[in-house]
Structure formats: C-alpha cells, structure tokens
C-alpha cells in the first residue's frame, strides 16, 4: 500500500509512487465533471482532432515500410563496409515512434516522430545522410525529402505515401540491434555521442510521460484540448519562443499528478489555476532529477550557471534531465500568462454557468490586438530552396525578438505570431508577422519614438550568414500598421468586419477599462492585470540581480536604487515601472520575502520532500478550496531548486551574432542586404532614439532626417550608418545622416489595440 496522499498506480501489483510532491487532492469525479467532460470529448471530435481509422491504419503500413527500409539499409551498408556473413545476416536497425504519436493525441496529417537506430558501425553523416537519403531518393513513394543534417537534433524530413515523416538517427555502441531493445535503459547512453543522446531522448521522454502520470486516457484527453487551446491562442511554438508538444505535455502531465484521480473537465480547470499562480523560473518536474551513472549534464541550477537564467524551466523526466523550454524568452513568457490567466478566468466562468467550451477555445485575433507590426518577407528562386531558406530563418526569427527588446530596454515589446503566411499573387514567398507595443505602465512622453533600425540590420546580417545561402534568397523586414494589413493574411483573403457577437477578450477589456479610475495616466490603460504581469518579470529579473550579486563572485553592483543601472549590459532604472512608492515598497518586501524563503532552504534533496511540504498531505475529504488549493501550490514551489532570472540569458544567446557591431561587411554580405528597397521615398521626418526612463538614455543608434512611405501603410526598416559602440551598448559619436528611411513608431501609437479600429 502506497502512504496516505502519495500519488500511486498500480504497476503488477506493486504501487509506483508518481510525482516529486504530494497531490494537492485525490477527491473524484463529481456528476458535473462527468457531464462537462462529456461534452468537452464531443467538442474535440467535433473539431476534427482525431484522425480517421483510413489514416490510422495508412500510418501504421508506413511506419512497417519505414522499419523494412531501414533493416535493408543496414544490410547493405555492413556489407559494404567488408563485415563477413554472419555479421551481414545478424544486422539490424529499429525504428522507435515519440512525440504525439506515441503520446496518442497526434490529428489528422500530423507528422510522424520517428527514431532510427542503428549499430556502431552506421555513421551519421556518411551512411544515414548519405546512402539512406539516397535509397530515400530513389523511392517512388518518398517524397519532399529534405535532410537537415546540422541542426541541433540531426533530422531527416519526407513524406512516405502522403505521411510526413521526421526522423532522427542514433548509433548505439551495439555491433547487433537486437529486435527487443529496451532504449529506457540509462545504459544505452554508453559512449554515445551528443547527437545521439539528443536523439535518443525523445523517446526517452515521451516513454517516461507514459508512465508517471496516474491515468493514460485522461492524460490524453486533456492533452488534446490543452494542445488545441494553445494553437487558438496563438502560444503553441518552441521555435517561436512559446511552448511546443513536448512542453504542453510536461505541464499537463504534472496537473494529472497533482489531481490523479481527476477527469479532463477538472484537469483543465486546474491546469490554469495552477500556472496562473504558478511563480517562474520555479521549475515544473515530474520526477527527482537523478544524477546517473554517465557523467552527463543534467539541469541543476545550483551547478550550472547558465540554467540559472531559464525563465520557464519545464524539466524532462530522463536521464539526462534537461529544460525543454530553454528558448521562452521574457516576451513570451508575459504572453503565455496573460493566457493562463484568460483560462482560469473563463474555467471559473464555467463553474458558474456564464461560458461554455467555446469560449475557451475562442482564438486569438493576432492581426486586431496591436496597431503596430512587424513584417518579415521571405523569397528564393524555387521551392527546395524556399524550404531550406524558411527553414533558417524560422529559427532566426526568435532573436529578433531577442534584439528588440535588449536594444530598447524592454521598452518596446513583442508579440511573434507563431506561422507563416503566403501569398497566392506571389509565389515562392512568405511572410511572418511580429506584434509591437509600448511596455504597459511606462509614462508616455508625447513625439519620442523607437528606432530600431540598427536592430533590425544586426538581424538580418545574422540571417544572411546562412551557411547555404544562394542567390535568390532574401529577406526584407517591414513595419506595417494594423489598418494596412495585406489581405492574405486573413481567412479566403478577406478582411473581416468587426464581429457583432462579443468575444470574452473584448469583453474582459471592457471590464477592465471601466474598472480603472478617472484621471488614471495612459500608462495604466490597459489595466492592471496586464502591469502586474510586466511587474512580476521587472522584480523576478531585480531578485535575481540582488541573488547573483552576492553568489556569482560580485559581479553586479548593487548601485543607487534611485538611478539607472546596468543588468547584464541592459539599462534599467529603479523608476522604469512607473507604480505609486507605497505599491513599490509592498512589492519589494513581498519580493524579498520570497527570496528569503526561497534561499532559507526549502529544497528537496534527491526527491524526498521536507517536512514542510510534507504536512500537506491531500485527503479524500471534500474539495480543497481555492484558498487551500493556493497554499498547496505555495509548498509545491517551495523546492527543490533555486534559480533565478536575469537578461543575461538572452545575452549569451546574442552572444554570437553581437560582435557585427564592430565588423565591416565584405561586398558579399552587402550585396544581400543592400537588395533592401524603399517602397516610395517621397517625405521626410525626424526620429530620435530616445527611450523615456529616468535618468535620460542615449541611443546607440543614430537618428535623423527619414523617408517614410506617402501612405504610411509599409515602411522599410534600414540600418543607420553604423557606429562603432562603447562596451556598455552607447554610442560617443554624433547622430549621422540617414538616407535610408527608418521606423517610427510613436510612444502613444504603441498600446494594445483597443475596441476600435485605427
């Protein structure tokens, strides 16, 4: 028998304790979750998640045709390599299935995770993306083959009878793959190389999910509706900065083991009741981080400086334990818990009868919440170069974000829409769209503006580094008003009209504008929800400078609380937040507070809790209440690591493109970027740098007279001369002359969109 409270599943008779915690409750089913579960079931099949029983059986023929590939492959290959019979008889490769197929939430046309695994013998580079590609290639039935063999994690990508298919390679130190392979084993990590712990470690994962949460099926039926959720939402990307399927299913999977015996009406609801209270970088992990026998890295906060500055830490449950959201950055952070937010709010709606599932799943109107934009073309001159271009810039697109915010002091904000948008009327392009506004709660001082020219030109230097770069390829960055947004990237490529039913966003907006008192400054305007989130960033990022000033060998200062300082080579200013002194005070107790108990030593030591965090055993008794519910979740964040938030994260990511500012370009690199041009140049304005905080900030990035679009609809972003920094960001030389035009974005246009077109 399993102790009281301890989360359990009955493995062949042997209870299996499951998660790092006590369960915040083990109360069951009550009639209503059985009927809104009920409903919520019929919602997602009405929507089309769950594929047919053609495309299920197509699949499964696929992935046999793909092990039979594989198997000949390896045949062929030793005996290639002079091995003797015997050796050629006996050789074998596996074929392994991850991610949401394995998972079982995977729709119709998604793509299937695959893992090759192949003997010591079988290289990467000169047999898996050499003579397999070339079987591949010669197949009818293989098509858009497409190898990405210096990404990250190696991938093969191609479609096999219409089934996408993305596979992976990892080279045991096996000379025979024995059919019944057990790959959950830490012993098969022997001698592997990095590629192939990479490889190998979704499967891993996705395995290790299966077997720590209580309940397969409600497991999956709430990882449908989250995964959708998050695509309505527009948060559903890990190459965008958001969280992709492996991190929906961490989190969801940590919900079901703090309520094991809840159905997905009830999962749901808790899930954004505990990330709306949840306090990042707390890590979410599903089990002890256990050292292993290897000597490999796994995540630890309190060894490893850089995963001190994760913002959104979500640990993987196999050896090697590592954070599989290392690319949220502080934009997307904010975005995902104004989300978590809007979720619980709505669930609660729904426990009164004042919403139904469809207003969950409302989706988010992405072109509707800013006035002002960011516009990313891409073109090459056929389609296999299109992919490879879309491909690279795709994962570029994140630093951008990166950029914009470092070089303007998180003044400006960013919101990337998380795909891709084509135009029919041109062919062998596509554009991506990145959302722009003012820092809520900052004063606004009428006619300053950003211009983020140099920015923009670090950008796409970085891009047009592109290892495979040909002729044809470029990329041109746009700034685009709301009003002004081309048609293609709407539904049947028609703008709709406002719509006459009103969504729970415009109506939460609503409410929280009447909410505000008159004669509140603009800089509240948005509301205060919205300002707290940005305060809860501003003072996670202030913790973790006070932590690494006396643990990281002095190196910040302290400084003047009252003047502005510098963070990880990012100006900030004491008074940048603009809230009332007694708020601010209440805040930096409050912040300390948690500091405190957070460094006193709450921590779990090998995943054995304290005996704090123990006195919260759940019972079977009646329902916690949210008061209750809100302490449990306090003890859950109590341990076990401390780690803490500062921009330098973002600088060690820019750490590599950063240098250009003191480079020259060859005529070769110039050559790209110079393709750049102006749509018209027929007006002209100044723009200044300036960035309203206390005590005045000068901009690195010169300014002068500009040429600006007639229409105002599209202007190009084009880099100021460029000059030579000083080693904190600053620049000593004299604003120069622009002739290129430049992006003016105005302080009072840059709020979140209102009820009201512009």
Request: aromatic share 8%; hydrophobic share 35%; charged share 25%.
């Amino acid at each position: 028998m399993g102790s009281p409270g301890i989360s359990t599943r009955n493995n062949g008779g042997k209870q299996q304790r499951l998660g790092i915690t006590e369960p915040i409750s083990l109360g069951g089913p009550t009639e209503y979750d059985e009927i809104k579960t009920r409903e919520l079931e019929k919602f997602l099949r009405d929507v089309g998640l769950h594929e047919s029983q053609e495309e299920a059986v197509l699949r499964e023929e696929v992935l046999g045709r793909l092990d039979q590939i594989v198997k000949n492959w390896v045949k062929a290959i030793s005996r290639s390599k002079g091995l003797n019979e015997q050796l050629v008889q006996e050789a074998n490769a596996k074929i392994f299935t991850f991610g949401s197929y394995r998972l079982g939430v995977h729709g119709p046309g998604a793509d299937i995770d695959t893992l090759c695994v192949g003997p010591r013998y079988a290289t990467r580079e000169e047999d898996f993306f050499g003579e397999l590609y070339r079987m591949l290639s010669e197949m009818p039935e293989v098509t858009e083959l497409h190898p990405v063999p210096d990404a990250h994690v190696p991938v093969m990508k191609f479609k096999c009878k219409g089934v996408s298919i993305d596979l992976l390679y990892a080279k045991l130190s096996l000379w025979v793959i024995p059919e019944d392979l057990d790959i959950s084993q830490d012993s098969i990590l022997q001698n592997a190389d990095e590629q192939t712990v990479r490889s190998l470690n979704g499967c891993r994962v996705t395995d290790q999910i299966l077997r720590l949460v209580p309940n397969i099926r409600n497991f999956r039926t709430t990882l449908r509706c989250m995964r959708f959720w998050a695509k309505r939402r527009g948060v559903y990307s890990n190459v965008a900065g958001f969280l992709g399927g492996i991190n929906w299913a961490l989190l969801v999977a940590r919900i079901c083991q703090l309520y094991p015996n809840a159905l997905p009406n009830m999962l749901v609801s808790r899930f954004f009741r505990v990330y709306t209270q949840w306090r990042w970088p707390n890590p979410v992990m599903l089990c002890a981080i256990e050292e292993g026998s290897l000597g490999l890295q796994v995540w630890d906060p309190r060894r490893n400086p850089k995963d001190r500055f994760h913002l959104m830490p979500i640990i993987t449950p196999a050896y090697p334990c590592m954070n599989s959201s290392y690319n949220v950055s502080s934009s997307t952070l904010r975005i995902m818990t104004e989300e978590f937010q809007r979720g619980n709010e709505i669930c609660e709606a729904m426990e009164a009868n004042k919403a139904d599932w469809d207003t969950l799943f409302e989706p988010f109107s992405f072109f509707e919440a800013y006035k002002n934009y960011l516009q990313i073309d891409i073109n090459a001159e056929n389609e296999d170069d299109l992919r490879n271009w879309k491909g690279w810039v795709e994962s570029r697109l994140r630093q951008l974000t990166l950029k914009i915010e470092r070089h303007t002091y998180n003044m400006l904000q960013c919101h990337p829409h998380p795909g891709e948008f084509t135009d029919k009327c041109r062919p062998l392009h596509c554009s991506y769209f990145m959302g722009l506004q003012r820092k809520q709660g900052v004063p606004v001082n009428d006619g300053e503006q950003f211009d983020i020219r140099l920015t923009v030109e670090e950008f796409k230097h970085s891009v047009n580094m592109y290892n495979l770069w040909k002729p044809g390829m470029e990329i041109h960055v746009t700034h685009v008003k709301r009003r002004n947004m081309p048609s293609f990237v709407f539904p049947s490529g028609i703008r709709p009209s406002r719509p006459s039913k009103a969504t729970w966003d415009s109506r939460r907006s609503s409410a929280e504008k009447s909410s505000e008192c008159k004669g509140v400054s603009d800089a509240f305007d948005d509301g205060r929800k919205r300002k707290r989130i940005d305060d809860n960033v501003a003072n996670t990022m202030k913790v973790a400078k006070s932590f690494a000033g006396s643990s990281l060998n002095g190196e910040f200062n302290e400084g003047n609380p009252s003047a502005g300082v510098f963070v990880g080579g990012v100006f900030a200013s004491a008074n940048l937040i603009g809230e009332p002194k007694e708020e601010k005070e209440e805040s930096n107790r409050t912040d300390g507070i948690n500091n405190i108990k957070s460094l006193a030593g709450n921590l779990v030591q090998n995943g054995e809790l304290n005996s704090q965090t123990k006195d919260l055993s759940a019972t079977n008794d009646a329902p916690f209440s949210k008061e209750a519910e809100k302490l449990a979740i306090e003890k859950i964040m109590s341990g076990p690591y401390v780690t803490n938030q500062t921009l330098l994260q973002e600088l060690d990511e820019l750490e590599d493109d950063f240098e250009y500012r003191n480079q020259v370009k060859d005529s070769g690199v110039n050559a790209k970027v110079s393709s750049v041009e102006s749509t018209s140049a027929n007006t002209t304005a100044t723009s200044l740098a300036n960035v309203p905080v206390s005590p005045p900030v000068t901009s690195s990035y010169g300014a002068g007279p500009s040429t600006s679009c007639p229409s105002g609809d599209l202007e190009e972003l084009e880099p100021a001369e460029l000059v030579a920094p000083l080693s904190n960001g600053f620049s000593s030389t004299a604003p120069v002359v622009q002739q290129k035009p430049l992006i003016r974005l105005s302080f009072t246009s840059l709020g979140k969109a209102s009820g009201k077109s512009t």
